[in-house]
């Protein structure tokens, strides 16, 4: 079977055992975008430290969970976004407007949607999280 998107397995793992209460999940594989994602989460205390292990193939993610994370999701295609468009997606994805974060990957790197709105700077949607 192939993966259509890691990220997206990623986030629905994450999800699923927060549901379960479980306080660690194993997410495979790793990449790059998903070490970013989960950055981000971290940042914004979604989620507790979280261990990339090596294994010599596509590598494994190690994720301590706080129970904060009420809803995650990957937004499919990656649409693009300008500056100013950004507000609009906050109100359709969001429950309120100071409550969760959309990921957005830029020219800058990927970054939640309020930085991207401090560096006045758009790119494509990855994914939301509250």
Known sequence: MVRISVLNDC????????????????????????????QQMMKHGYIGEFEVVDDHRAGKIVVD??????????ISP??????????????NLLPAR??????????YGIMDHEEARRKHTGGKVLGFFY
Do not use: M, Y
Request: proline share 2%.
């Open 11 to 38: 986030l629905r793992s994450i999800f699923n055992a927060e549901k379960r209460g479980k306080r660690q999940v194993l997410v495979r594989p790793a990449s790059k975008v998903i070490i970013k994602f989960l």
């Open 65 to 74: 969970l706080i129970g904060r994370i009420n809803k995650c999701g990957v």
């Open 78 to 91: 990656r649409f693009d976004v300008c500056h100013g468009e950004i507000e609009q997606w906050v109100v």
């Open 98 to 107: 100071q409550f969760g974060h959309i990921i957005l990957t830029t020219s």
